[in-house]
């Protein structure tokens, strides 16, 4: 049994029905006591099974809300942990950087129902047996060698007590606004989200999507920063504005000396332009169209795992309306931190 508690979210709103009626992945979601983060109901099985997982004493966990940085941040932590490999980085990060919570986000019906088109463009000729395929990824993080560095959505406060007490923790927020558009995109394409721009948003704002609230999400770890020592708190922003200074501060958190030439060459390896076309960490498929046991509108999309990773992109994608309502969302989780998120016009 799961150390964390978790309410199934009754379908008795019109605005739960719609997040239901728009994603077909993942149709019925939870709440979790008392903190109250959404995840899909399959969460609550897979839980249980990592709670009592070997933390070891020289894991690092990547702890972001989705589509803030976390890729960028993984692929860092990777190379400084492994003395700036970059012949080792060329293999694919999901096999040298386990996904803790991977297992938990396949369909009801689990591996089986996904089709083959889907498990194709996500692992390409992997074998079945590989432990990094969905559904047996929990043997690959159990199995990867020292140091992982293993990547979450979920916060501290759903991960077993242990992560917090032994492993270095690097987490990374990002402005909401620029948040919501990026997770739309990935979400629309990935999770088979059929719904609009407006309508994510609004599920966002209300605090009904998955691993949020993202305000609260971000709150919690930022409140650890100066209190937990194993935790380093960065953002998306300072990320975009000093890669370098970013990776000496993560190279001191982690306890690895790099030489100069060694920055030089991951400022390189991390900047946009490497990382959007960099086979290893991003991927750029068509979907086939899904089976009907997911959404069968989705014919010919393209899956772009980067955006355009700008800082403030999120100005051609509101309205008024929307804009005034992440201001209040703002107001709500952000008006007491020295965080760089304030409500801001158009």
């Not at 019925?28 to 004493?57: C, H, Q, W």
């Not at 990824?137 to 199995?143: A, G, N, S």
Request: hydrophobic share 35%; net charge negative; charged share 25%.
């Amino acid at each position: 049994m799961s150390h964390i508690k978790f309410d199934p979210i009754p379908d008795d709103s019109d605005r739960v029905r719609l997040m239901q009626d728009r994603m077909f992945v993942f149709q019925k979601f939870v709440r979790s006591k008392p903190d109250g983060y959404v995840m899909n109901a399959n969460y609550v099985e897979y839980a249980p099974k990592t709670d009592n997982l070997e933390i070891r004493d020289d894991d690092i966990f990547i702890i972001t809300y989705p589509r803030s940085g976390t890729t960028w941040c993984q692929e860092m932590l990777w190379c400084i942990a492994h003395n700036v490999d970059l012949e080792g980085a060329k293999e694919t990060l999901l096999k040298r950087s386990p996904f803790w919570e991977y297992d938990a986000l396949l369909p009801p019906g689990g591996v089986e129902v996904i089709p083959p088109e889907i498990m194709a463009m996500l692992f390409g000729n992997q074998s079945s047996d590989d432990p990094a395929t969905f559904g047996k990824h929990i043997e690959f993080l159990q199995k990867c060698p020292s140091p992982r560095v293993i990547k979450t959505h979920l916060p501290l406060s759903l991960l077993p007590p242990k992560v917090k007490e032994k492993a270095r923790i690097v987490y990374c927020a990002r402005h909401p606004k620029d948040n919501v558009v990026s997770f739309y995109q990935l979400f629309k394409s990935v999770s088979s989200f059929v719904g609009t721009f407006e309508e994510f948003a609004d599920l966002y704002v209300n605090d009904l999507m998955m691993w949020g609230p993202q305000g609260q999400h971000v709150l919690e770890h930022w409140k650890l920063r100066d209190t937990l020592p194993n935790l380093l708190f960065l953002t998306f922003e300072e990320m975009k504005s000093d890669i370098e200074g970013v990776i000496n501060r993560v190279s001191k958190h982690l306890e690895v000396g790099l030489t100069k030439d060694q920055i030089a060459q991951l400022k390189d390896h991390l900047s946009f332009e490497s990382m959007q076309n960099n086979p290893a960490v991003s991927f750029e498929e068509s979907f086939s169209t899904f089976t009907s046991n997911f959404v069968h509108s989705l014919q010919n999309k393209q899956v772009q795992f980067y955006t355009k990773g700008k800082v403030g992109g999120w100005r051609s994608a509101f309205n008024p309306e929307l804009n005034d309502a992440f201001n209040q969302y703002i107001e709500k989780y952000y008006k007491d931190t020295d965080l760089p998120y304030e409500p801001d016009d158009l």
